[in-house]
């Protein structure tokens, strides 16, 4: 069988999964989880083996150091794969909640309840974990899942697939609930992105460059982000040492991360304040600083940012910082460099908080707190898949709800149309 | 400017637009609806000149009289095209709404607010009244809209467009807010339809084709219904003269919309008290049916249904009646030929009724009423831009708060990220 025919029996075979795996109780779901979490944990000496063998592949390659740790499958993440399962099943199944339900004149109740998307495609690369986070999170939403990690992990995918798929299997999941795409070439995934018939939406899960293909080449719907471009203005009338706080931990906490902040605005009339004690602080920390002319003038060994600085998501501990007029300048800037992922301001004055809130376009705006806490958990929604600044289905953390959907209900007594 | 150039110039004064659009205080977006309904009927004369351009050009290439009267501008449909403005002015603005906002253990409030999408692109053909009620619908919603009607109404489109354009700008609406593609070019419309930074969503309005020809070309979400198979089941313990009343109502009603029933089932042990009186009154109204061989036992002069009529949207005055053994054998029918759309089951049992709504995978699902109540207006979410079978971010009858999307706000007092 070519690959296109191949792809395309194994798209069918995902929906016809995905349409048993939608009526399922939340009982055998919880119960698939909890087997496959126990499996994972079981099949831990042969995912090492496998895993081995991409990693041979990429040393061969000469994949970076970096590369091959994220590849790396130990011990203890196989048992946070497994841990990440139990946790799945222990939130509360999104499936059958009525939303809302309303009269009409006409007698008849209207209602909308929530339900599955259908079939979830994730393109991922180099962690092999996602191939069980993200299949965990799919079936308890009563999702089908396709999968197609990179060719870099192609054997520790495969073997946590088949252990997945096994476990789920008997306990009770519906063939086709799980699926792996297990060819390595190119143009299998270029096949799933044009599976509209039976694939409903793609979450890729990597770099900004797969992001970009996978956007360019698919007609399924692909909800995503490119990156985190986040800033925190700092009003003339914050808190002082608040705004040292919340800007230390933006940058500091996990640098490496989409919500943690590239760039600081600072306004004028609190810059003396405010900057100086930062800068040595950060400075301790080993943050390489990139600045503006003004706030250059505050500390002249500073180095003069780049046009080209304003725009990157350093994921590293470097950070802008930018001294502005006022409030506009700094909603202007957020407009120009920001990627509508996590923007804060820190400020008492309420009506600049509101009008900051109401005039940011990002997936989450904070006021007072710490943009690294656009979160899925902190924000209490339980595990997510990934963050979206994608504007339509769902922005922010994607839990549970956010890979559901709504259907209408609507119960009567014979009412028909006049 | 060469066609991608144009178009991506018009794409990015739309983005442009539409951030400006989204903080719009309520009172100017209502107003300049109000003023644009005006100019529609102040410049009735010159749109029904610019109309007869586009029907001549139809006459001379010869379009169907159907063509012809879907294009037709006449005084009435100025009149409804204004009117409706007006009602979308009406409805309540459904950008701003928190809908939830909770605490979290360290005392944070997060909140997700209601915002508008962005750039919507609508795609359709024929009716230029599209123009003005996608325009209406987008405007309240907050959203910028990018149209690109048929070659066949673009003189018409374009007219239509020039006064909203102008009458919204006078009453406060930014550049860029409502955008015309004026190239008939199909190169337009395919850049269009590549134009993911600017455009965020695309509606195509029109027939099954055309739908096909977007979805498979396009880089940005579509959302859509290609077609309405939509089906009734009369249950065994169903009110005869309701389900008669009810396949009644749902075929005939209104026999060209995509929520009319194409294909009536019905249980075995009901069919004889069902069918003779109601094949008598379809037959009485002119409809043609096409029956399986059980039914063609109770009236040998019916026609016997082909595998493709189950198949098969009529948008007419034909029905096909299928006896079924039992609800079992409705539901894999319908699963089989439905298209998800409008379902509906007709019957006093609850257990029954409870499980077709929970196992019919479509937009809306009825228990008791017609499947001609799937509607905006008649669901009350007041008008609609369209019925959607897309499985993600909007299922059913699109009105305005389908197009918005929602933002993650963070109300903190220093909280940071431990």
Same mark, same amino acid.
């Given at each position: $069988?070519?690959?296109?025919?191949?792809?395309?029996?194994?798209?069918?075979?995902?929906?016809?999964?995905?349409?048993?795996?939608?009526?399922?109780?939340? @009982?055998?779901?919880?119960?698939?989880? !909890?087997?496959?979490?126990? @499996?994972?944990?079981?099949?831990?000496? %042969?995912?090492?083996?496998?895993?081995?063998?991409?990693?041979?592949?990429?040393? &061969? /390659?000469?994949?970076?150091?970096?590369?091959?740790?994220?590849?790396?499958?130990?011990?203890?993440?196989?048992?946070?794969?497994?841990?990440?399962?139990?946790?799945?099943?222990?939130?509360?199944? #999104?499936?059958?909640?009525?939303?809302?339900?309303?009269?009409?004149?006409?007698?008849?109740?209207? %209602?909308?309840?929530?339900?599955?998307?259908?079939?979830?495609?994730?393109?991922?690369?180099?962690? #092999?974990?996602?191939?069980?986070?993200?299949?965990?999170?799919?079936?308890?939403?009563?999702?089908?899942?396709?999968?197609?990690?990179?060719?870099?992990?192609?054997?520790?995918?495969?073997?946590?697939?088949?252990?997945?798929?096994?476990?789920?299997?008997?306990?009770?999941? #519906?063939?086709?609930?799980?699926?792996? &795409?297990?060819? &390595?070439? +190119?143009?299998?995934?270029?096949?799933?992105?044009?599976?509209?018939?039976?694939?409903?939406?793609?979450?890729? +899960?990597?770099?900004?460059?797969?992001?970009?293909?996978?956007?360019?080449?698919?007609?399924?719907?692909?909800?995503?982000? =490119?990156?985190?471009?986040?800033?925190? =203005?700092?009003?003339?009338?914050?808190?002082?040492? $608040?705004?040292?706080?919340?800007?230390?931990?933006?940058?500091? /906490?996990? #640098?490496?991360?989409?919500?943690?902040?590239?760039?600081?605005?600072?306004?004028?009339?609190?810059?003396?304040? &405010?900057?100086?004690? *930062?800068?040595?602080?950060?400075?301790?920390?080993?943050?390489?600083?990139?600045?503006?002319?003004?706030?250059?003038?505050?500390?002249?060994? *500073?180095?003069?940012?780049?046009?080209?600085?304003?725009?990157?998501?350093?994921? @590293?501990?470097?950070?802008?910082?930018?001294?502005?007029?006022?409030?506009?300048?700094?909603?202007?800037?957020?407009?120009? =460099?920001?990627? /509508?992922?996590?923007?804060?301001?820190?400020?008492?004055?309420?009506?600049?908080?509101?009008?900051?809130?109401?005039?940011?376009?990002?997936?989450?705006?904070?006021?007072?707190?710490?943009?690294?806490?656009?979160?899925?958990? /902190?924000?209490?929604?339980?595990?997510?898949?990934?963050?979206?600044?994608?504007?339509?289905?769902?922005?922010?953390? $994607?839990?549970?709800?956010?890979?559901?959907? !709504?259907?209408?209900?609507?119960?009567?007594?014979?009412?028909? +149309?006049?």
């Amino acid at each position: $069988m070519d690959i296109k025919s191949n792809i395309e029996e194994k798209g069918k075979k995902a929906r016809e999964g995905a349409r048993r795996l939608a009526s399922l109780s939340t @009982a055998v779901k919880n119960l698939a989880l !909890m087997e496959m979490a126990d @499996a994972i944990e079981a099949g831990a000496e %042969g995912l090492k083996r496998e895993n081995q063998k991409d990693i041979k592949a990429g040393e &061969v /390659q000469s994949l970076s150091s970096a590369l091959i740790d994220r590849l790396t499958l130990n011990d203890k993440r196989i048992s946070e794969m497994a841990q990440g399962l139990r946790e799945v099943a222990a939130l509360p199944d #999104p499936v059958g909640e009525v939303t809302r339900m309303w009269k009409r004149p006409n007698g008849m109740q209207v %209602g909308k309840i929530r339900v599955p998307i259908g079939v979830i495609g994730i393109i991922y690369e180099s962690r #092999p974990n996602v191939t069980a986070d993200s299949a965990g999170l799919c079936i308890k939403s009563g999702n089908g899942v396709f999968l197609r990690g990179g060719s870099e992990a192609i054997n520790s995918n495969k073997a946590i697939a088949e252990i997945l798929i096994d476990a789920g299997s008997k306990a009770g999941l #519906p063939e086709g609930a799980i699926t792996m &795409v297990d060819i &390595v070439d +190119r143009e299998a995934v270029m096949t799933m992105l044009r599976l509209d018939n039976y694939i409903d939406l793609i979450i890729p +899960r990597g770099g900004e460059e797969l992001i970009r293909t996978v956007s360019a080449n698919s007609t399924i719907p692909v909800i995503k982000h =490119y990156k985190g471009i986040c800033h925190t =203005y700092v009003d003339e009338d914050a808190d002082v040492s $608040m705004a040292q706080d919340i800007c230390f931990n933006a940058k500091v /906490q996990r #640098p490496g991360t989409c919500n943690a902040m590239e760039t600081m605005l600072v306004h004028k009339g609190i810059a003396d304040k &405010v900057l100086p004690a *930062l800068i040595e602080r950060l400075r301790k920390e080993g943050v390489e600083l990139r600045v503006c002319s003004r706030t250059h003038l505050i500390d002249s060994t *500073l180095r003069l940012a780049a046009e080209e600085d304003w725009n990157t998501e350093y994921l @590293a501990l470097i950070l802008n910082i930018k001294i502005v007029d006022d409030m506009d300048e700094a909603l202007r800037h957020i407009e120009t =460099y920001g990627s /509508q992922h996590s923007e804060a301001i820190v400020t008492n004055n309420h009506k600049r908080a509101m009008q900051f809130l109401s005039e940011v376009d990002a997936a989450a705006v904070f006021v007072n707190a710490s943009t690294r806490l656009h979160d899925g958990g /902190q924000f209490g929604l339980g595990a997510e898949i990934g963050i979206s600044t994608t504007r339509i289905h769902a922005r922010g953390p $994607m839990g549970l709800e956010e890979l559901t959907s !709504m259907k209408f209900i609507v119960l009567g007594d014979g009412q028909v +149309r006049e």
